[in-house]
């Protein structure tokens, strides 16, 4: 008998969204001689963002982002971030947590005892946390950043 | 086995969620007009605020305190319903959803991917922790009342869990369970049975069938079987049509004229078929009401005001779903019993007969529904549903009216609305 809990991998779990409309063509060809459009064994499903983005739709939360501090990770003001909440959080990964009172979009680093958010931009300090002193709780990691490309300023 | 999962103060969780430093604070969430207080933070019921309070009541308490105040926020506390059935189903495959913060699992042939049942209620009450931040209490049990007992004693305990599997335990939790807090029991039968000298549940469970009969219909037989371990209330997955559909919020002021109170009878018509064409049904009759504020004085004298009420019931000549077509029938009714010199404080449409869509039946005199009309609504829910509400609507209702009642403490629907998800820097 097994006397621990078997944690499945969150990416082995899915779930059907019903409600997820999925365009397929449907290529109407007249065929005048008996010729069948050569296309028709290659018609495939639309693609779709969603499915590339959102792995599980009841645990992904879209994140609008302000300010520059993680501009080293394409992550501009304005960028739409998509944060699954199924990931564990490690060193490394980009989280969307809450911290002593704010919001906020950092990259989780372990370092012995102590947790470290870090900015990706220079001009950021990182922040050091406490566990007896601070207050962290973590809404994700982030999986996508989805953006408008900058606007283009021409050289002079 | 049945498992039964409630979300612990669903609604007030549903804003810790996205504002974590409300934890532990007071919180009380509003009814539809913020009339009354319908959920209560764990803190906000030690402050001694009742379910179902008026919220003018509460002011003394949030001068006192520090209360955070919400109005409903049905889309938001909808997505995140739907969040948690939809992972409720990685647990069992057959799954009722209850109401919007409860659901029954069928744990049948399921025990072999968790060691125990605890462990079992442990890793859904974790895994909702993790990836929805939602707290939710589990009760186990083999019948849904009991499943239901189990819950109530889960929230007791600090770990959230509670399983009745043995006779031993279910006789112990029925023992110390007072019979009133039993799902099924009111406050009539629970009156009733006290005066019988039944007090716990461990009692009702062991009275003989007949005379539960008599107390408290074939109802009560089902209760006692469900509280000895016979399953009788079966899962139901797919929630039976409804036989009344009403709709009738008040105005968010008086209104003394006509005109709006038929524009407000017109949106409250097309929210009510909206909802009827859901179910794919149609309704046979209509009742229309009209109130006047009980409750008002007149101005200047402090003396109670001049009160009308009235309705209407209009049988319809055959069942239909179009707006267009109920909303005829509905006007003529509210304009026969309209009185003027008053000022109203609401009025309300309520759909009955109700019937499966696909019923028709000719009269001598009359045709069935018009058809084309019927395929005219169902088109106009679909654009409706693509573009927002109320963008397609029939020409007698007003677009973005001034009637209703705006909700005072709105918060952010960060789970449906672009422009107002979480910020982050």
């Avoid at chain 1, 370092?111 to 220079?122: A, F, T």
């Avoid at chain 2, 072999?112 to 589990?138: D, E, F």
């Avoid at chain 2, 549940?201 to 037989?221: E, F, K, S, Y």
Wanted: with cysteine; hydrophobic share 40%; net charge positive.
């Amino acid at each position: 008998m097994k006397r621990t809990i078997d944690h499945l991998p969150p990416e082995n779990i899915y779930t059907v969204d019903p409600t997820r409309r999925v365009d397929i063509p449907f290529w109407e060809m007249p065929v005048p001689a008996g010729f069948t459009s050569p296309a028709e064994n290659y018609i495939r499903e639309r693609l779709n963002l969603q499915d590339l983005c959102v792995a599980h739709p009841d645990c992904t939360h879209f994140v609008k982002a302000v300010g520059e501090s993680m501009t080293g990770d394409y992550i501009f003001p304005g960028s739409i971030l998509v944060v699954d909440t199924t990931i564990p959080v490690d060193t490394g990964r980009v989280i969307v947590a809450w911290v002593n009172g704010g919001w906020c979009v950092k990259r989780f680093v372990r370092k012995e005892d102590m947790i470290l958010l870090e900015s990706s931009n220079e001009a950021y300090l990182p922040i050091y946390l406490h566990e007896d002193r601070d207050k962290l709780i973590v809404l994700g990691v982030v999986t996508y950043i989805v953006s408008k490309p900058p606007k283009y300023a021409r050289p002079r | 086995m049945l498992a039964h999962v409630d979300g612990k103060n669903f609604y007030a969780s549903c804003h810790c969620i996205f504002q974590p430093e409300l934890e532990g604070k007071p919180i009380i969430v509003l009814s539809n007009r913020d009339g009354n207080v319908v959920a209560r933070s764990d803190a906000a019921k030690a402050l001694g605020i009742k379910m179902a309070q008026p919220f003018f009541e509460t002011r003394e308490l949030r001068e006192q305190h520090e209360i955070f105040v919400f109005s409903s926020a049905y889309e938001l506390y909808g997505d995140i319903s739907s969040r948690l059935m939809s992972i409720l189903t990685q647990f069992a495959p057959e799954v009722e959803v209850y109401s919007i913060d409860e659901a029954f699992l069928q744990l049948e042939d399921y025990g072999g991917m968790y060691p125990t049942y605890q462990g079992l209620g442990q890793a859904i009450r974790q895994t909702l922790k993790l990836w929805l931040r939602l707290p939710v209490g589990v009760g186990i049990a083999p019948t849904k009342t009991l499943a239901k007992v189990a819950n109530k004693l889960a929230k007791q305990r600090p770990d959230g869990v509670c399983v009745l599997d043995t006779p031993q335990t279910i006789r112990e939790a029925l023992e110390a369970f007072p019979v009133e807090d039993l799902w099924g029991v009111g406050y009539r039968s629970a009156s009733k049975l006290k005066k019988h000298g039944i007090k716990t549940a461990a009692q009702l469970r062991d009275v003989p069938d007949d005379w539960i009969r008599q107390i408290m219909t074939v109802n009560g037989v089902r209760l006692v079987h469900e509280l000895r371990g016979f399953p009788c209330k079966l899962l139901e997955a797919g929630p039976p049509a409804k036989k009344c559909i009403c709709c009738a919020p008040s105005f968010g002021r008086l209104v003394p004229d006509l005109e709006t109170i038929t524009d407000a009878l017109t949106t409250h018509l097309s929210r009510a078929c909206e909802k009827l064409r859901k179910q794919d049904s149609l309704c046979g009759s209509i009742t229309v009401s009209l109130h006047t504020n009980k409750f008002r004085k007149t101005p200047g004298n402090g003396l109670p005001a001049k009160q009308y009420n009235n309705s209407i019931t209009v049988s319809l000549p055959h069942p239909t779903s179009a707006t267009g077509e109920l909303l005829t029938y509905a006007v003529s009714a509210l304009r026969s019993i309209f009185a003027y010199g008053y000022a109203y404080q609401k009025v309300g449409i309520m759909l009955t007969d109700i019937v499966p869509g696909d019923y028709r039946q000719k009269g001598v005199f009359v045709e069935g529904p018009n058809e084309k009309r019927l395929a005219l609504s169902s088109v106009v829910d679909k654009l409706n549903h693509r573009f927002g509400q109320d963008k397609l609507r029939l020409a007698s209702q007003m677009y973005n009216p001034d009637w209703p009642m705006k909700p005072a403490y709105l918060s952010q629907r960060y789970t449906t609305r672009w422009d107002e998800i979480l910020t982050v820097s």
